[in-house]
T-cell receptor, first 112, second 115 residues
């Protein structure tokens, strides 16, 4: 079956630091890959996506590249802000009904 | 805004009571999904509708849970005889075909607390 493994948090960074959150996946076929973000008390927001190998998704300074050879989709940002503090979920969808499989989530805390 | 909406946003109930949640997907989306998210975990798939047909149900969906989408538009999720283990965030999503392919968009969720 499909699965997503992401690094456990919490991750605490100072403002303007470089961020990497690792994500690897197991899936049959050719899944689409996603990063969702969840701010405290809120639902999930799509942050970025990639639909095929070597695609790079990017949004709000975040980016991730679909690496089929390493089955990875690591999230990066060059300079984090306090407002980036949230929980980040790596996810994939595949199969006939395209339901999404999520990782456990990584909590990011950015301190001034 | 024509995003996915869910009601209520919060629900507190006593063990043994029935509760019902509603999801209004993005207009004209024929695919609708329900997920459950417990504290500190990622969301887990519960069930899927294509139009009014319920095509897949997770084994997480016990017989106390029932979901409907009677006219292929909004959907309801009912939990009968609630248990404390049902306390979670219940998320609804609908699927859209956009410029970069198909993407699943989530509603804000209904947070359920069973006392």
């Amino acid at each position: 079956g499909n699965s997503v493994t992401q690094m456990e948090g919490p991750v605490t960074l100072s403002e303007e630091a470089f961020l990497t959150i690792n994500c690897t996946y197991t899936a049959t076929g050719y899944p689409s890959l996603f990063w969702y973000v969840q701010y405290p008390g809120e639902g999930l927001q799509l942050l970025l996506k990639a639909t095929k190998a070597d695609d790079k998704g990017s949004n709000k300074g975040f980016e991730a590249t679909y690496r089929k050879e390493t089955t990875s989709f690591h999230l990066e940002k060059g300079s984090v802000q306090v407002s980036d503090s949230a929980v980040y979920f790596c996810a994939l969808d595949s199969g006939g009904y395209q339901k999404v499989t999520f990782g456990i989530g990584t909590k990011l805390q950015v301190i001034p | 805004d024509t995003g996915v909406s869910q009601n209520p946003r919060h629900k507190i109930t006593k063990r043994g009571q029935n509760v019902t949640f509603r999801c209004d997907p993005i207009s004209e989306h024929n695919r609708l999904y329900w997920y459950r998210q417990t504290l500190g975990q990622g969301p887990e798939f519960l069930t899927y509708f294509q139009n009014e047909a319920q095509l897949e149900k997770s084994r997480l969906l016990s017989d106390r849970f029932s979901a409907e989408r009677p006219k292929g538009s909004f959907s309801t999720l009912e939990i009968q005889r609630t248990e404390q283990g049902d306390s979670a965030m219940y998320l609804c999503a609908s699927r859209v075909l956009d410029a970069s392919g198909e993407t699943q968009y989530f509603g804000p969720g209904t947070r359920l607390l069973v006392l």
